[in-house]
């Protein structure tokens, strides 16, 4: 046994063990990146292999899908030993971390074993740990980069091909330079050719080797996390007798984000890319010609100690990456359709994969196009296949926006039940209230507010395309629907948790649970079925009593001495956005018992998942 040199990440070392205890036998590949000499695991993808399969293994890779840097490092198996994975790992492609000593990762009733596999055969055993994803990312940088290209090409499957080809190469070679955000660092990409030798050395042939020079930064020998001083625009001295300029400290971010430019002033005609020297070839005929948009949103994994100039690589490997991907979408919506529609890049992050996986759909194509792609994704990634965490609706938003999201993030265990079990809401939600839109709904519309929090819920998991619905729009399917008449539309009239449930079937396709209690002094007894709901369901919760609606994102429960505190979410603030006002306040907190009106009637609406939506 040698020194810890394997870390996994909890997020996969959790899928792993589950996939056994489901008696899944899976193999595939793992993906990672090193990091001072460590190997840490973030992911895996594989396939599941029927019982009595003796068939050769193949290696399916999806690195295509995964941020640049987080690379194929080795193979893992569930349900077998590592001897049945000799197979797989000769699939690999060369590895392109430092030590390229591929990793081995067998999971069985024995637990996690890791081995590397040096030459033809299974070396020595390394210690396995796992790592949380707060220590993850505290290890490394996120890197995003953005840019919007174009290509020009006949419209034909050969011609496109070719024009993206193209492209990736013009990335790859001295053209393809980065900015990094702030405007004062960019990132050269140049070839160095060596010069030719004399003599009888001159017959051997030279290799050009690649450089990168980071301009607008005062030395070179920079590290990645050194960058983030760079990030903001230079401040100039206020002429107070100070001299130079000067920069605010800066925090690094969830993400560090580059644009990608052209440099047409570098040389870029090498041996490894096209010929630059003009060549015009003309014929005369009839054809179609097209401009496709390029977007980029490439995303990136590197080591926050490795060298500033090695983030090229990363850098010009996440561009051409998704060139390629954007490639791929178009040609196979025009052999599909004939048809040539803006292609979108959408990332994801879903709460049990803990790294970001980055699609491309078409404009064109429907949620129902992607289905089985879909499907295949969740299995590969031994993620749950009866929830959607793949659709447009799932993807990362970085835009805050102008409404506040998962503001309850922060006080999940400030409950005060003592040693009581807590279930919450699970997944993302904004929170609507009173006075939002430029709409005053102060004094009635706060039952409206908790059904909007609520779409926004099951739109943000992706269960439902509509959108959070208006005051109006909702007392518009409830005079639709025959629960109201018309002169309702317009008017100040409250709606309860049944007319919440109503909209939700009738605008989303989502059923629901009603709980009620004859009094509010009741509600603690109704604590069970609450842990049940957040347990399974994960949805929010409204509730409706007296005047007054919230919303419940979560319950506290000690089933031994009996007490309950709720975590609601209140729709009768009227500030601003302030998540320190929201909370010092009290608009989003835990509850107890006195909170609720101990003479009023209350009546929950339960919404529950859709099943089996991909």
């Known amino acids: 046994m040698v020194g810890t040199a394997v870390k996994v990440l909890s997020t996969l070392h959790k899928r792993l063990l589950s996939s056994l205890a489901g008696g899944q036998n899976v193999s595939g590949a793992v993906y990672g990146l090193e990091v ?31 941020p640049c840097g987080i690379e194929p490092m080795g193979v893992f198996g569930v349900g077998g030993c590592a001897e049945d994975l000799v197979t797989l790992v000769q ?14 990762l067998s999971v069985g009733e024995g637990g996690m074993v890791a081995r590397l596999y040096k030459g033809e055969a299974l070396g020595e055993e390394v210690e396995v740990e796992v790592i949380s994803e707060e220590e993850y990312a505290s290890m490394v940088t996120l890197i995003r980069v953005k840019g919007r290209l174009e290509i020009n090409a006949g419209q034909t499957t050969s011609e496109i091909s ?12 001295p ?63 206020d002429g107070w007798g100070n001299t130079g300029k000067k920069t605010a400290k800066v925090q690094a971010k969830d993400r560090m984000e580059l644009s990608v430019v052209w440099n047409y002033s570098n040389p870029a005609c090498t041996s490894r890319t096209i010929g630059c020297a003009p060549i015009v070839h003309r014929e005369v005929k009839e054809a179609t010609t097209c401009t496709i948009p390029v977007p980029i949103d490439a995303l990136g994994v590197i080591s926050n100690t490795a060298p500033a100039t090695s983030l090229m690589e990363i850098l010009k490997g996440a561009v051409g990456r998704q060139v390629g991907d954007v490639a791929a979408a178009v040609l196979s919506e025009l052999k599909m359709k004939g048809t040539i529609t803006t292609p979108e890049v959408f990332h994801f992050l879903p709460p049990t994969l803990g790294h970001n996986i980055t699609l491309v759909y078409t404009k064109a194509a429907t ?35 102008d409404k506040l999201r998962n503001v309850h993030k922060g006080l999940e265990g400030k409950h005060g039940v003592g040693m009581g079990e807590v279930a919450l809401v699970e997944g993302v939600y904004t929170y609507h209230h009173y006075m939002q839109d430029s709409f005053d709904d102060d004094g009635w519309g706060c039952a409206y507010r908790s059904l909007q929090t609520i779409v926004s819920w099951f739109r943000q998991q992706g269960y439902t395309e509509t959108e959070v619905p208006s005051h109006r729009e909702i007392q518009k399917c409830l005079v639709d629907i ?81 007490d309950c505190a709720w975590l609601i979410l209140d729709p009768h603030y009227t500030g601003a956005e302030d998540i320190k006002t929201i909370h010092a306040k009290g608009w989003c907190g835990w509850k107890g018992p006195a909170f609720w009106n101990q003479t009023a009637f209350y009546n929950m609406c339960l919404p529950q998942r859709p099943n089996q939506i991909i």
Not at 390 to 397: L, W
């Open 175 to 237: 053209y393809g330079s980065f900015l990094l955000e702030g405007g004062r660092v960019v990132f050269l990409h140049r070839f160095l050719e060596k010069k030719p030798a004399k003599g009888w050395t001159s017959t051997v042939e030279h290799q050009e080797e690649e450089d990168c020079f980071i301009v607008g930064v005062e030395e070179q020998a920079l590290t990645v996390s050194e960058l983030w001083e760079y990030t903001v625009p230079e401040v100039e001295d």
């Open 482 to 562: 025959g629960d109201k008449e018309t002169k309702f539309i317009g008017s100040k009239q409250w709606i309860g948790s049944t007319e919440v449930g109503f909209v939700l079937e009738t605008a989303c396709g989502v059923q629901s649970r009603f709980v009620s209690v004859s009094q509010g002094s009741d509600l603690s007894s109704k604590a069970r079925e609450l842990m049940v709901h957040f347990s399974t369901q994960g949805t929010p919760v409204m509730i409706g009593g007296g005047v007054y609606a919230h919303t419940i994102l979560g319950i506290a429960w000690d089933e031994g001495t009996g």
């Open 91 to 104: 699939q690999l492609p060369p590895l392109t971390q430092p030590s390229e000593i591929p990793l081995v």
């Open 36 to 66: 001072g000499g460590v190997r840490l695991v973030v992911g895996a993808a594989g396939q599941q292999q029927e019982l009595g399969d003796k068939g050769k293994k193949e290696l399916e890779l999806l690195n295509e899908m995964l």
């Open 367 to 401: 949620e129902g196009t992607f289905d089985n792609f879909r499907r295949t994704i969740h299995t590969s990634l031994m993620l749950p296949t009866d929830r959607p965490l793949f659709r447009r609706s799932n993807a990362v938003s970085w835009d805050k926006g």
């Open 162 to 173: 070719n024009a993206f080809r193209h492209l990736i190469e013009k990335v790859s070679c």
